[in-house]
């Protein structure tokens, strides 16, 4: 046997080698990934509805008990109605109950900033109005810039936002250029927080994608609203 052929067989086994020990990796692997993945949603749904700080370290065994003891999966009927049964067109709904009552909910937001998809989870109280938390948990933006996504300086101005106006209309949270102050009437900074510097496209994805994943929700949001104002 040549050295060319050798060194052809050899690479042959070789890469035949590599290959099913990447596949026994990956499905070794799998199950670890997916309750990874499954520990990294339920911590930010937990910040998006106030039930973690995100500044205590939490196991994923914490994350799981207090997510099972506080959230209910639902999902939301085309009328608004929350339903505990999977329906088709349906769409999921994170909520957190007190004996019974509603507290908070939130809902899942995504779209695309400059770089990549942006995917996180936004909170709102039981008036259907009045963001509780927001949290922006895997994207691939650039780092110091529409990086800033996921930093608690841009997320935590997001809380105690509206998403209706002074007439009760719905307009979303929107991120302004700069500042709210220098760029939003008092009137309207309720519904504006301030942008990230050097990351306009970013900012505007946010903004963009939020009135998106709100309006779905707004079956829902409005119906609360009329339940809170017959009160």
């Not at 052809?8 to 070789?14: G, I, K, Q």
């Not at 910040?47 to 973690?52: G, M, W």
């Not at 400059?114 to 922006?136: E, M």
């Not at 009760?168 to 700069?178: E, I, M, N, T």
Request: net charge positive.
């Amino acid at each position: 046997m040549s050295s060319s052929v050798k060194s052809f067989v050899f690479a042959a086994v070789m890469c035949v080698v590599c290959s099913v020990l990447l596949t026994l990796a990956a499905t070794t692997l799998k199950p670890f990934q997916e309750s990874n993945e499954r520990a990294d949603k339920q911590k930010n749904i937990l910040k998006a509805l106030q039930l973690v700080d995100g500044k205590t370290k939490l196991t994923k065994q914490d994350v799981s008990t207090i997510y099972d003891k506080n959230v209910l999966n639902v999902w939301m009927t085309p009328d608004g109605r929350l339903s505990k049964d999977e329906i088709p067109e349906g769409k999921r709904v994170f909520v957190r109950a007190d004996k019974g009552n509603l507290v908070s909910y939130a809902i899942p937001v995504s779209g695309y900033g400059l770089w990549s998809t942006i995917y996180g989870y936004l909170g709102l109280s039981a008036d259907g109005k009045t963001v509780s938390g927001i949290t922006f948990y895997k994207h691939g933006e650039t780092p110091g810039l529409g990086g800033e996504v996921d930093k608690p300086w841009f997320q935590n101005q997001f809380k105690g936002k509206s998403i209706i106006d002074s007439s009760g209309a719905f307009v979303s949270v929107g991120v302004v250029k700069g500042k709210v102050t220098d760029r939003v009437s008092a009137d309207k900074a309720i519904n504006y927080v301030d942008g990230i510097s050097g990351a306009t496209i970013t900012s505007q994805g946010v903004t963009s994608f939020l009135k998106k994943d709100l309006q779905v929700y707004e079956p829902l949001s409005s119906r609360l609203r009329r339940q809170g104002a017959a009160q």
